[in-house]
């Protein structure tokens, strides 16, 4: 289909902050799809590839103002200053292609097939040339443009469409457009798109059968990552078996990271909670699967916790988050910093979905299939009572043995990829942390100079993660050098250097950040104030660890903010 269709539709999208003004559009539009223009529903997303695929567009800034002044005959210090002027890259190409065409008279028709077509080669390219290659994929795109279409390619480039769609939104846009969309259509096009990770395999069926009862066919399958479920809070013991029911299970809550396992055949791939495939970095962990979970095909659910060598004490997440990201040396990491692997859920076993089944009878299969080896692999610790001083001796315990407290899970619930749902809920002790995304920075002076020293933190403002508003500076708990490469923590300068790939805008000593580096931070309390948008600082914020493993969606919202600051008044009152 024409770009110029797609182009027009996210202006339309992007001229109302109104949600049902938004869907109104997008099932219109979704409506006109062919079976053939599937992929439009991740050019929709500013993808080019269904979310449970690696490869993203990941184009930087730079790149794009060269590819701006190639299409369209401008030097690049002219991009840079009509950048500065505007502060939109997106509307730079826009102007700039404007005026192009107003001296030039051919013009290719877009179609959207091309620009997927040359987006879907950059991820690809690798080694030397690359830059001139990329650049030259997309000079070909922008110089067939028109000044609108110019203006969402390069904001798809850039990873920055601004046009306010989210999952949620195709979905209820689909469910608009080819059902009625109410709670049964939305929820089984979640479910839908839950299994799959895939909108445009969503669509597919849909387009093709057109029946809500089709959709079932989706399913899990193993080798591709799935959102896991998540978990919510209580506050106390009475609260927990409240929401979850009597009896429940109660598991120690480990302080690691999130690790999905799939196995067919002689392949083990490994996920984290944020889609990433990490199979290369935990060698050791592939053996565990091979030799103690019996089974010719599954997916199991985990928690990897580390521990040390020696004494066989459990070690925080911080001390061995680096082993996520590690690319080399792993043989030696391994060594260093081994990790056990919590196994407390399977969602797929011999060629059948298990999401269905609940909870007792998936953690019966669990028990059935993995053999305990510990230090290497285990089911997670676990009781099953109704009995409230039981389930606060085994907390007791679960804390002494250095975890962050225990979960309560309904015996009878599913599994719900990516929800935050009631019957899933952790307890731990009254700590105040919250897990923020880096928003902006300040260069230091003296010895601090050359790097950034104090940091903007912001929570979510939406569910997907895409805006995030403001509510502190940090430069608490950041060390002055970098220590030994296994050292927990991190120096201003490691930090400075996480960030410059995302640096937005520069003034004077301040920098603008894009929302990428997510930290979790202790603090002391949470104050109204004027001085940030969210209308809330936090007062002596910590810095505690760098959180590879969460994506943006899985940020603080502002709401557990403003829940967090009406707990703390209420403690202050009767405490
Ligand atoms: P939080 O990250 O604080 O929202 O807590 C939820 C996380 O705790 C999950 O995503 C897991 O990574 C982790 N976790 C640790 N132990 C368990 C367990 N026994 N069951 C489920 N999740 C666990």
């Given amino acids: 289909m024409k770009y110029e269709k797609l182009a ?31 992929d439009v529903l991740y050019l929709l997303l500013g993808d080019i590839y269904p979310e449970y695929d690696e490869r993203r567009i990941g184009i930087s800034n730079q790149i794009a103002i060269k590819s701006i002044a190639k299409a369209t005959g401008s030097e690049n210090k002219d991009v840079v200053k009509k950048w500065k002027e505007i502060g939109d890259i997106g509307k730079v190409a826009e102007v700039l292609i404007a005026k192009k065409k107003q001296s030039t008279l051919h013009k290719n028709i877009l179609t959207t097939e091309k620009v997927i077509e040359n987006l879907r080669k950059l991820p690809d390219l690798v080694g030397k040339g690359t830059v001139n290659k990329k650049l030259s994929l997309i000079t070909e795109l922008l110089t067939s443009a028109s000044p609108i279409e110019a203006l969402y390619l390069v904001r798809t480039l850039i990873g920055d469409l601004r046009i306010g769609i989210q999952e949620s939104t195709v979905r209820d846009s689909l ?23 895939d909108v445009a395999a969503v669509f597919d069926v849909i387009k093709k059968n057109g029946k809500l009862k089709d959709l079932e066919k989706l399913q899990l399958q193993v080798g591709k990552p799935i959102k896991v479920m998540l978990a919510d809070k209580a506050k106390t013991i009475e609260e927990a078996f409240k929401k979850v029911g009597k009896p429940a299970a109660i598991e120690y809550k480990y302080d690691g990271f999130r690790l999905l396992a799939h196995k067919t055949g002689d392949s083990v791939i490994l996920f984290t909670r944020n889609l990433e495939n990490v199979t290369k970095q935990f060698p050791e962990v592939i053996d565990y699967i091979k030799k103690y979970v019996k089974g010719d095909s599954f997916i199991i659910d985990s928690e990897a916790v580390g521990f040390d060598k020696k004494t066989k004490e459990y070690k925080p ?33 011999n060629g059948k979905s298990l999401l269905d089944e609940p909870f007792e009878k998936r953690t019966e299969l669990v028990s059935k299939i993995v053999k305990n080896h510990p230090y290497k692999i285990i089911r997670s610790k676990k009781i099953v009572t109704s009995d409230e001083k039981k389930a606060k001796e085994f907390y007791e315990m679960a804390l002494k043995d250095n975890q962050e407290g225990v979960m309560f899970k309904n015996l009878k619930a599913e599994y719900q990829p990516g929800r935050r749902v009631g019957h899933m809920l952790k307890i731990k002790p009254e700590e105040r942390d919250l897990d923020l995304v880096i928003t902006g920075g300040e260069y230091g002076t003296g010895r601090r100079g050359g790097w950034l020293s104090s940091f903007i933190l912001s929570c979510r403002v939406d569910s ?40 937005k805008k520069e003034n004077g000593k301040m920098v603008e950040i894009k929302p990428k580096i997510i930290i979790s931070v202790t603090y002391q309390e949470i104050q109204k104030s004027p001085n940030y948008n969210s209308g809330f600082a936090l007062r002596f914020p910590r810095f505690t660890a760098l959180r590879p493993d969460k994506p943006l969606s899985e940020v603080s919202s502002l709401k557990e903010v403003k829940k967090d600051f009406e707990n703390q008044k209420r403690n202050w009152r009767y405490g």
Wanted: glycine share 4%; charged share 35%; proline share 2%.
């Fill in 8 to 38: 027009q539709t996210y202006d339309e999208l992007s001229s109302t902050t109104k949600r049902l003004e938004k869907i109104g559009i997008l099932s219109k539009f979704l409506k006109q799809l062919k079976e053939e223009d599937r």
């Fill in 175 to 197: 469910a608009e457009a080819f059902f009625e969309r109410n709670k049964e259509s939305t929820e089984k096009i979640q479910h839908a798109i839950d299994k799959t990770n």
């Fill in 317 to 349: 997440f911080q001390e061995i988050s680096q082993r996520i990201r590690r690319k080399y040396d792993i043989e030696k990491i391994q060594n260093e910093l081994p990790v056990e692997i919590n196994v407390f859920d399977i969602l797929y076993y």
């Fill in 464 to 503: 997907a993660g895409k805006t995030f508003t403001e509510i502190g500076k940090m430069g608490t708990g950041i060390k002055e050098k970098a220590t030994e490469e296994t050292d927990s923590g991190i120096s201003f300068h490691e930090l400075t250097e996480k960030l410059k790939p995302y640096f």
